[in-house]
Structures are given as C-alpha cells and as structure tokens.
C-alpha cells in the first residue's frame, strides 16, 4: 500500500513563495508518475504539475508555467513543488497523486493514490 503525505502549505501575501513536500511510503517501486493536482472551492480539481520519476520529466499547467517547479528526492522518494510569486487564484487545496503510467499526467483520471491535501492561502 502506498501512502502520501503533503506538507508546506499555509497563508502568504501574493507575492510570496511556498514549498510543498509529498514524502511517499509503502509500496513504491510501481510508482512512475507523480502530480500535483489543486482544487479550489466550487471549482473542479486541476493538474498544476506531474513528474515522471524514472527520467525526471516534468510538466507544467500554462497557468503556472514560469512561477511552479515541481522536482524530486527520488532516493527519499520525496516529490517538492516550489511556488514563487504566488497569486490569490492560486488559493486551493493542494494535492499530491502516484500513478503507475499516465496518458496525460496533468489529468487525475489516472492517478490510484492521492494525500489528504495541503491548504494553501494566498491574500492580495
């Protein structure tokens, strides 16, 4: 069984920067994508960010390219997604997901393992 964990959110100015961690336990090997996904309230879940763990490919929702960088510890089987000049519709509940293959990484129809959530708030 696989467990992942979020942790970094929390409240920033825009402006502002936070560092997400996604620690993952228990069965990893079959693990080759890992995303972040947010959702907002009353908004759909969205794909911010997917790495694929063997080749370090990443990629990158339009609306955070430039500002979002998702990268990985792969011997701490630990995925960060670093956000910098945060925005106030930046404001959700955070996500980490593992897949095991992925059409579209950015898409969460293929992701079987997802943490509880991380909040992140940002004030203008």
């Known amino acids: 069984q696989l467990q992942l964990m979020e942790s970094g959110g929390g409240s920033v100015q825009a402006g502002g920067s936070l560092r997400l961690s996604c620690p993952a336990s228990g069965y990893t090997a079959h693990v080759e994508y890992v995303g972040w996904f947010r959702q907002a309230p009353g908004k759909q879940r969205e794909g911010v960010a997917a790495?694929?763990?063997?080749?370090?490919?990443?990629y990158d929702a339009d609306s955070v390219k430039g500002r979002f960088t998702i990268s990985q510890d792969y011997a701490k089987n630990t995925v960060y997604l670093q956000m910098n000049s945060l925005k106030p519709e930046d404001t959700a509940m955070y996500y980490c997901?593992?897949?095991?293959?992925?059409?579209?990484?950015?898409?969460?129809?293929?992701?079987?393992?997802w943490g509880r959530g991380t909040q992140v708030t940002v004030s203008s």
């Open positions: 790495i694929h763990r063997s080749s370090s490919r990443t």
């Open positions: 997901a593992a897949a095991r293959a992925a059409w579209y990484p950015l898409k969460n129809q293929d992701y079987t393992s």
